[in-house]
């Protein structure tokens, strides 16, 4: 039983987060919210208009491409993204120096993303880039990356799975480190193969550490902005043009401001949907060593 005087430490010591959520987070959403209601160019006077600013995104073609856009590569990234981690970590995980490798793989992660999509823009260069200098070493015409309508988003998507790489490989390697040593020696006596280590043990008791980094694949997967921006601007022809993409386009370009919020809006509930879903269906396939769901 606490004390008041307890409480109120307490209170104070969660006071400053509470305070930034509520700031930088919660007013924002509520005030964007609002926005999505009227029309409003940014800086004139805001006449509410009722849902006409949703009825008009779902019938505007560029919300409609930036939206199948973005789910493609949310199909693309999201998956690929989560097997590519698990597969570094589990190859990692037993390798001396791992601690140089982690870091190794980390670099990307904390270089800006403006960097990286430079980066990534020569080596994808189809006149001058690496891979494509790569590929004609082994008598391969190279394909242009970026121009191609059907091979930018796998090439941004390419891009998003080495970038993640880093964070997701590294809370991998966290979970895998704390599974106890236990199950695998029992396992061992009883003469199970790699295979039905990792089905039996591994995957189950990794199953918290993989439903976490799900979510924040999915989060940051609808969320790509960055990388398309710089490298393709959207094109070509669309090709590449993603939803938070489309949010800025209505804000920063269009100055319609309640159009550009009724879409972030509309990403919101996509996010929150698939968060709820994935919370519902966690229940059948995420395992707790204590045995708490």
Known sequence: MYTKREKWWGYAFIA?????????????????????????????ERTFIGFENYIQQFQDSNFTTALRNTTVYSLMVIPGGIAAALLSALALNKVKGKDFYRMFFFMPVVTSSVS???????????????????????????????????????????????????????????????????YYEAADIDGA?????????????????????????????????????????????????????????????RNSFGTSTASAMILFVIILTFTLIQFTVSRKWVHYEDGGR
Not at 23 to 35: K, Q, R, T, W
Not at 164 to 179: C, E, H, P, R, Y
């Open 193 to 253: 193969t790699a295979w039905q280590k990792f089905r039996h043990i591994t995957f189950p008791l990794l199953s918290p550490t993989t439903f976490f980094v799900a979510i924040m694949t999915v989060i940051a997967s609808f969320q790509v902005f960055d990388q398309a921006y710089v490298m393709t601007q959207g094109g070509p022809g669309k090709a590449s043009y993603t939803l938070v993409l489309h949010i800025f386009d209505e804000a920063f370009t």
């Open 16 to 44: 400053p987060q509470m305070i930034g959520m509520i700031v930088f987070s919660l007013l924002p959403l509520i005030f964007a919210l609002g926005i999505s209601f009227m029309h409003w160019d940014g800086f004139g």
């Open 116 to 182: 990286i999509a430079v980066i990534w823009m020569w080596l994808l260069n189809g006149d001058f880039g690496l891979i494509n200098q790569l590929l004609a070493m082994v008598g391969i015409d190279g394909p242009n990356w970026l121009t191609d309508r059907n091979l930018v988003l796998p090439s941004i998507a390419m891009l998003s799975i080495w970038w993640g790489l880093g964070t997701n490989m590294v809370i991998f390697l966290a979970g895998l480190q704390g599974i106890s040593r236990s």
